[in-house]
């Protein structure tokens, strides 16, 4: 079955490291998207990239850095530059950039130890 | 920027009965507005995709309208049941961009 897949589900960083989340599409979508999820903040956006090689930033794009080298995948890195890195991140893909077929992952839950 | 919001946060009603979620949106440009579903700590299912074009979307105890020249959307639920149990997220996008969403709904009902 086609999906999205996100890993590790569950990820724990000390402080001043930098941490890689994993997100991988068989869908044979064009677009995909992050998003951060705090408490009572809904899904805020990170990064998208609507084709290979080529990616945007988000309202909240700063002490995060993606890349898009194949088209299934679109890791995320989470650097030291970001002060609360603590939060459920979510991958999500679509069919093109008209966001037709949103499809998310299952999430990763990071927490700064 | 367009920003995306929903009214009310949290809402509790006993199975069985209709309800309507709100959500509004400050750029009428948009291109696609969408509501999806989520249970707790899991990720975001796609329920209802409505086109600019068009002014409503339906499956099964469903139905979300679309009034651009409002700025607003809702989501109908009829004949509530333990199971509508969950967070309902809008969102809103333009030509070309990502999705914005607003904060969500959460929705509980009781058997």
């Known amino acids: 079955d086609g999906g999205i897949t996100q890993s590790p589900k569950y990820l724990f960083r000390k402080e001043g490291q930098n941490v890689t989340l994993s997100c991988e599409q068989n869908l044979n979508h064009d677009a995909m998207y992050w998003y951060r999820q705090d408490p009572g903040q809904g899904l805020r956006l990170i990064y998208y990239?609507?084709?290979?090689?080529?990616?945007q930033k988000g309202d909240i794009a700063e002490g995060y850095s993606v890349s898009r080298e194949k088209k299934e995948s679109f890791p995320l890195t989470v650097t030291s530059a970001q002060k609360n890195p603590t939060a459920f991140y979510l991958c999500a893909s679509s069919i093109d950039r008209g966001g037709y077929g949103y499809t998310f992952g299952s999430g990763t839950r990071l927490t700064v130890v | 920027k367009q920003e995306v919001t929903q009214i009310p946060a949290a809402l509790s009603v006993p199975e069985g009965e209709n309800l309507v979620l709100n959500c509004s949106f400050t750029?009428?440009?948009?291109?696609?507005l969408q509501w999806f579903r989520q249970d707790p700590g899991k990720g975001l299912t796609s329920l209802l995709l409505i086109q600019s074009s068009q002014r409503e979307q339906t499956s099964g105890r469903l139905n979300a309208s679309l009034d651009k020249s409002s700025g607003r959307s809702t989501l109908y639920i009829a004949a509530s049941q333990p199971g509508d149990s969950a967070t309902y997220l809008c969102?809103?996008?333009?030509?070309?961009?990502?999705?914005?969403f607003g904060k969500g709904t959460t929705l509980s009902v009781s058997s």
């Open positions: 969102a809103a996008n333009q030509a070309g961009t990502a999705l914005i």
């Open positions: 990239s609507q084709i290979v090689n080529d990616f």
């Open positions: 750029d009428s440009a948009i291109y696609n």
